[in-house]
């Protein structure tokens, strides 16, 4: 009992835990996850094709079952479990991972569509012919051996390789803290930049990409983006755009259809059938009819057919960018060099790799001139026994036994004990004259052997040629043209609203207090107008029959600019009050109401927002700056810079870049002013703008207009005693900005006129007084006035309160018999 508890330790978990996944890690990424440099294999790959070789299961002899290779391949090589090996095993089998299959594989080996394969007792394989060069020579001592698991075998810590199967094949996969992603390239431009490499050890990167361009995918496809390849053969690591190869083709009825024939590497493709046929079935774009898999032993072919004058080329742009028709490929190249896991670029890989063939090349050199050379000398004494046959049998036949028959013949005529087993182990069918001869050219051959081999470890210049001239006949027997086709930039994607939206005529309504939706044309044409869902207290701003196209800008009078598509507004019924905008828009404050809304299908850069504020500023802002923003669903952008607290917009006008009108200010007190457009300036989004007009203490712009072009514009005035007045804008004088201005109200000692509203005269007017009473007015029912007058009373101050809002009255009426004439 002393002894056991003697042998316990008392250890921090940290420094147990830190010590033994320190080990583990070392484990799996050196003798499972990632592959070496030289052979481009895991150690688990290595195995298969090693003990497959070794027990003759070659690409000239017959298929065996699966089942057999894998036990044996497990007992003497990779104790991890037959899964393991079978996965590795059916990988290096499928085409469409691999771009040179290294195992031949009867039965089902698993699909692009991620079936899995047969299991091993159904399967055979054996090795393919090109996994025979990565095989070759590695029984002449070419790489080093080691003991396997339980020291009953040896297995090799890398294969010989006659070709850069790491570039080649490329390799996937995960360990701790480490991963590896090196896609699959064209045998033959392997070749082709490994033997430049070797003839210009100094070469750059970029002159290897001439013979390497990129790599080539065993499923093709259109690899995008020569500047990111270029980065990533050079660190070991980028980005590229993978997409599929597809092409638009006509169908019977003026329909068309799009054709998949490659599809990006490593992309499941029942998977991205399965989507498509999603998008179809969700309606998330219109005008797909029906998507199918049509792929059989011809090869791969998926087919989109659409829906007649359906955009081709618009869905075909919303797949790529919503589907795996198009992929980002990231290239992460880790391999074990030396012992370590290192991120490599192009040119180290494809000299690591020469530099393991310079001593694959050295080694097999040494052993084959060992061989020749002892050859050679058993060969010298065979040719000098012939010539003292006689002697040489008289010896051997006083000898007594094989031992003394060596020892007589090493005593009396010069042999080596090598010589002498050579002799004394000759059969007598040799001992004729033609055999002579035989010896004597073999013995010539030999030398030449020798010298050849001895120039080879001699000249590394040689070596080089004995290298180069192996890779060329690789190139020549297995090489094929390239699959996956190289374009040098990333092309982006711009999907249509046209796709993604189906065209429809809806009625759109945005109310003051922020209140607002669509409705079908359907919808509104069944109910009243009178009946459109809405507050007491609240009224419309903007009522129009637009296109689920068309786009709104909407700004509220604290600077806030909104923006939505037409389709994105809630498709509500006419008679519901709507959405409030701020159910979706953050940032906006309780009291902050919309001022004006504008619709456009495309928008103008050449067009300008005037902005018009109480407190006297106004400032011109280009439309462009208030292209869609990336949060534009959640949040709004400023549009005017408000600096004072109880600042406001008054009025916002949208007008063209060299517009000649006149800007037509209003305070409450009664002041006017008239100065020309071009002298405000144009400036940013976040700007607060230039003084409009120079107010007096207490007094406010109650509202700016733009004075129409070469014709009068009237307009009408309201006070807060309701009196209302009708006057031409021309009679007050054009001065310059941040004047005062004229009076345009008379002045009076007692009970004086405050202007509450100023607009240009349309049609009609809503007034509210303070007690919630309404006073609908035609305008045109004024006659017009001079700028003296202080108009006509339409209200009773005493007994209904002062007018404290004026609005315009949207004619939904008017739009009724807009719509019924459009259908």
């Given at each position: ?33 990632l592959p070496d440099i030289r052979d481009g294999l895991k150690p ?301 670029g192009l040119k180290h890989m494809l000299e690591a790799y020469v ?469």
């Open positions: 009992m002393n002894n056991h508890s003697n042998e316990i330790q008392e250890l921090a978990l940290k420094d147990v835990m830190g010590d033994r996944f320190a080990r583990y890690s070392k484990y799996i990424i050196q003798e499972r996850a688990v790959q290595r195995r298969i094709l090693y003990a497959m070789n070794k027990d003759g299961n070659t690409f000239d002899k017959g298929f065996r079952k699966s089942a057999k290779s894998v036990g044996n391949i497990m007992g003497n090589y990779h104790p991890h479990g037959d899964s393991s090996i079978y996965e590795a095993m059916v990988r290096m089998s499928q085409d469409w991972k691999l771009s040179e299959i290294l195992i031949e594989m009867h039965g089902n080996n698993g699909s692009m569509d991620g079936d899995p394969p047969a299991a091993m007792r159904y399967t055979e394989a054996r090795l393919s012919e090109l996994s025979s060069e990565l095989l070759a020579d590695i029984e002449k001592e070419t790489v080093e051996f080691v003991w396997n698991f339980d020291d009953t075998e040896k297995e090799p810590t890398v294969l010989p390789a006659q070709f850069p199967n790491l570039l080649v094949n490329g390799s996937t996969g995960i360990s701790a803290g480490y991963a590896t992603e090196i896609p699959p390239h064209n045998l033959g431009e392997v070749i082709d930049g490994t033997i430049y490499l070797i003839d210009h050890p100094k070469a750059t990167t970029e002159k290897l990409m001439t013979y390497i361009p990129a790599p080539d995918f065993p499923t093709g496809g259109i690899l995008q983006g020569a500047k990111e390849m270029q980065k990533a053969y050079e660190t070991g690591k980028g980005r590229v755009v993978l997409r599929s190869e597809t092409a638009i083709e006509k169908m019977k009825g003026g329909r068309e259809q799009i054709v998949v024939t490659e599809i990006p590497y490593e992309v499941n493709k029942a998977n991205l059938v399965k989507k498509m046929d999603e998008i179809r079935l969700t309606k998330k774009i219109e005008g797909i009819a029906e998507v199918r898999d049509e792929t059989d032993r011809t090869g791969l072919r998926i087919v989109i057919e659409l829906k007649k004058e359906a955009s081709s080329e618009g869905i075909l742009n919303y797949l790529l960018k919503n589907t795996d028709l198009q992929i980002n490929y990231n290239l992460n190249m880790v391999a074990i060099d030396e012992q370590r896991p290192k991120q490599v530099s393991h063939r310079k001593m694959v090349i050295t080694r097999r050199s040494q052993f084959e001139l060992q061989k020749a050379q002892k050859r050679a000398h058993i060969v010298e004494g065979l040719i000098k026994a012939l010539s003292i046959l006689d002697q040489v049998i008289h010896a051997i036949r006083k000898s007594k036994d094989k031992k003394s028959a060596k020892t007589h013949l090493m005593e009396l005529f010069g042999f080596t004990e090598d010589q002498a087993e050579a002799i004394v182990s000759l059969q007598l069918y040799r001992l004729t004259n033609t055999d002579v001869t035989a010896l004597q050219k073999e013995a010539s051959q030999l030398q030449d052997k020798i010298q050849e081999l001895q120039l080879i470890l001699d000249n590394e210049k040689e070596l080089f040629k004995v290298m180069k001239s192996e890779l060329r006949s690789i190139k020549k027997k297995y090489a094929h043209p390239r699959k996956t086709a190289i374009e040098a930039e990333i092309e982006e994607i711009v999907v249509e609203t046209e796709v993604l939206v189906p065209e429809e005529d809806v009625i759109v309504t945005i109310t003051k207090e922020g209140y607002w939706k669509r409705s079908s044309t359907r919808s509104y044409a069944a109910s009243k107008p009178e009946e459109i869902g809405m507050k007491d207290t609240d009224h419309l701003v903007f009522a129009k029959e637009l296109s689920t196209l068309d786009h709104l800008l909407m700004v509220t009078d604290k600077g806030t600019m909104l923006y939505r598509p037409v389709h994105e507004l809630p498709d509500l019924k006419w008679k519901e009050v709507g959405e409030h905008l701020s159910q979706v828009i953050n940032g906006l404050d309780a009291d902050e109401n919309i001022l004006a809304v504008f619709d456009y299908h495309e928008m103008d850069p050449k067009q300008h927002f005037l902005f018009v504020t109480k407190n006297g500023m106004i400032k011109q802002t280009k439309v462009s700056e208030f292209a869609p923003w990336r949060t534009y669903k959640s949040r709004g952008t400023m549009c005017m810079n408000l600096k004072q607290a109880d600042e406001r917009l008054v009025n916002v006008y949208l007008v063209p870049e060299d517009s000649k009108q006149d800007v037509f200010l209003v305070s409450a007190r009664g002041f006017a002013l008239r100065f020309n457009l071009s002298e405000v300036t144009v400036v940013g989004a976040r700007a607060a703008g230039v003084k409009s007009m120079n107010l007096r203490e207490g007094d406010q712009v109650v509202n700016g207009i733009l004075l129409r072009e070469g014709e009068p514009t009237p307009i009408t005035i309201v006070t807060q005693r309701g009196a209302v007045k009708r006057m031409r804008a021309e009679e007050i004088e054009q001065l310059t900005r941040a004047k005062r201005g004229l009076m345009v109200i008379r002045t009076l000692k007692n009970q004086p006129h405050e202007i509450r509203y100023m607009g240009e005269s349309r049609d009609q007017l809503t007034l509210m007084t303070a007690d919630y009473q309404f006073h609908s007015i035609e305008e045109n029912d004024f006659p017009i006035s001079d700028r003296t007058s202080n108009g006509s009373f339409v209200t009773n101050e005493d007994k209904e309160g002062e007018v404290v809002e004026v609005f315009q009255t949207l004619d939904i009426q008017e739009l009724r018999q807009e719509n019924s004439e459009k259908s």
